[in-house]
């Protein structure tokens, strides 16, 4: 199996960028489209596990557009042959200081192009941050 052929490699970043960008202005149908029509596909939440194309798009239609400015950090997008990937990268909020989100997906070309298949996100307190030395003492 070849990683990271660049061809795929540009593809797969370019559909990455495209999700940042519509997640951070809250193009709900472009994020809709970038997920996988099937009910096997899922998004694990900060605060919610999403089962099915449907619980996804039914979350995105009714979250909230207030707050979705973030920056991303150590993005890492590796390509598996020439049909599967897997894109993981940091995000940092203003609204959560010393706090880092992770968000990682898998995605997969199907005919109609390249589709998120499973995603996570969670927020963890920042390493390193006073938060985190306040817990361990």
Request: proline share 3%.
């Amino acid at each position: 199996m070849e990683i990271d052929l660049p061809d795929v490699l540009t593809e797969v970043t370019a559909q990455f960028v495209r999700y940042e960008q519509a997640l951070v202005a809250n193009d709900v149908a472009v994020l809709d489209e970038l997920f996988h029509d099937d009910r096997r596909t899922l998004r694990y939440g900060i605060g919610e596990n999403l089962y099915g194309y449907g619980a996804i798009t039914t979350f995105r239609a009714a979250r909230s557009p207030i707050g979705l400015n973030r920056k991303t950090a150590k993005t890492v997008i590796t390509t598996y042959g020439r049909d599967t990937a897997v894109a993981s990268t940091l995000f940092y909020r203003e609204t959560l200081p010393g706090r880092v989100g992770r968000q990682m997906q898998t995605w997969v070309r199907f005919a109609e192009g390249w589709r998120i298949v499973a995603a996570h996100v969670s927020i963890i307190d920042e390493p390193g941050s006073s938060k985190e030395m306040d817990q361990r003492t």
